[in-house]
């Protein structure tokens, strides 16, 4: 690897529930955790779901093919969505080569925000959409909110499966 193609690294605050997928997932395809992270925000970048849901935090105008986003001076505040204050938060540290960094320089400049809050942003809404995580991981299941986790139990010297 030359000079040239040097990682760029990020480390956005996430909730702990959307690290916890992206474990998931890194464990599904065997791959380390910051190279999931960095393919999930890289897939989030180009899908047109994705930006539309960003587009509301635009400030300046983005294009994209024929499609283009208008940016607004009325635009929301980003920590809208990146914002769980009652959710525990860690840094998620991933690393992405320079060439795959410009190709949302773009979207950095719409945006007009810290690196790290487009990051988590992107990150977040990857983890959310299921259309994404199917790119990356085509058969990944996620793990179900509502199921109970199974352990053993031991009571007086039996052990009871519940």
């Not at 840094?91 to 410009?102: C, Q, V």
Request: hydrophobic share 45%.
């Amino acid at each position: 690897m030359s000079r040239g193609d040097k990682k760029v690294q990020f480390a956005p605050y996430v909730p702990i529930w959307s690290k916890e997928t992206v474990v998931c997932i890194s464990k599904h395809l065997n791959l380390p955790m910051g190279d999931t992270a960095g393919a999930l925000v890289m897939e989030a970048q180009r899908h047109m779901t994705v930006l539309d849901r960003l587009s509301v935090f635009f400030w300046r105008t983005l294009r994209r093919g024929d499609t283009v986003w208008p940016g607004r001076d009325d635009r929301d505040d980003i920590k809208t969505l990146i914002d769980f204050p009652y959710d525990k938060c860690e840094r998620l540290k991933f690393r992405l080569t320079s060439e795959d960094r410009h190709l949302v320089d773009d979207l950095l400049m719409a945006l007009a925000v810290s690196a790290d809050h487009m990051m988590a942003a992107l990150l977040l809404i990857a983890v959310q959409e299921p259309r994404i995580v199917r790119v990356i991981a085509p058969r990944f299941v996620p793990r179900s909110r509502y199921s109970i986790e199974r352990r053993v139990a031991k009571w007086h010297g039996s052990s009871v499966r519940y």
